[in-house]
């Protein structure tokens, strides 16, 4: 079948069309892919093959949203309430987001969040100094994970100030997702 055979180029209608196909082509001709269920991907499998239609492979997430203001004095790392997620996991890694705002009190004066997994802090995640008091520094991270043993883990959002009185504001803007990877 050539694409003549499947598509009328004069109207720009495809036979045997429905709400949802896909047109593609194949290794010797050109092919019409049915919908696929709700929920479902495209997935490509490389050069020589077809396309076809996948469920997403995220076997574990969980999210929780900052319910109000967090704020902190404290120069050394400490647990941003409500931030924090347990999740069993397989022998896989693991996607950590966060996206949230924050700010210092002081100018001059840094606001420091980091991600902390099982009790080790997994590295400075955002680190900024503020040229004036009362500026407002969006923040968003992704960590992925080497991989884990099967087990229960616990992820930890952690803040810190230089000085002064550090902020990271609540709902909505606060959002930490921990996602399991297939």
């Given at each position: 079948?050539?694409?003549?055979?499947?598509?009328?180029?004069?109207?720009?209608?495809?036979?045997?069309?429905?709400?949802?196909?896909?047109?593609?082509?194949?290794?010797?001709?050109?092919?019409?892919?049915?919908?696929?269920?709700?929920?479902?991907?495209?997935?490509?499998?490389?050069?020589?093959?077809?396309?076809?239609?996948?469920?997403?492979?995220?076997?574990?997430?969980?999210?929780?949203?900052?319910?109000?203001?967090?704020?902190?004095?404290?120069?050394?790392?400490?647990?941003?309430?409500?931030?924090?997620?347990?999740?069993?996991?397989?022998?896989?890694?693991?996607?950590?987001?966060?996206?949230?705002?924050?700010?210092?009190?002081?100018?001059?004066?840094s606001v420091s969040v980091t991600l902390n997994t099982d009790g080790s802090n997994v590295g400075s995640l955002a680190n900024i100094t503020?040229?004036?008091?009362?500026?407002?520094?969006?923040?968003?991270?992704?960590?992925?994970?080497?991989?884990?043993?099967?087990?229960?883990?616990?992820?930890?959002?952690?803040?810190?100030?230089?000085?002064?009185?550090?902020?990271?504001?609540?709902?909505?803007?606060?959002?930490?997702?921990?996602?399991?990877?297939?």
């Open positions: 079948t050539t694409a003549a055979g499947l598509v009328d180029f004069a109207t720009g209608t495809i036979t045997s069309e429905a709400q949802g196909d896909v047109l593609y082509r194949g290794a010797s001709a050109w092919t019409r892919l049915a919908p696929g269920t709700s929920g479902q991907l495209l997935r490509t499998q490389g050069a020589s093959a077809d396309p076809a239609w996948a469920t997403a492979a995220i076997s574990n997430m969980s999210t929780v949203r900052k319910p109000a203001d967090f704020t902190t004095t404290s120069p050394p790392f400490v647990d941003v309430t409500d931030l924090s997620i347990t999740i069993t996991t397989g022998a896989r890694r693991v996607l950590a987001l966060l996206s949230a705002s924050a700010r210092n009190d002081t100018a001059a004066t503020q040229s004036g008091a009362l500026e407002i520094a969006l923040l968003g991270f992704a960590y992925l994970s080497d991989v884990l043993t099967a087990a229960s883990h616990t992820f930890k959002v952690q803040m810190s100030v230089g000085a002064g009185t550090g902020t990271l504001w609540g709902s909505p803007t606060a959002v930490f997702t921990v996602i399991e990877q297939q």
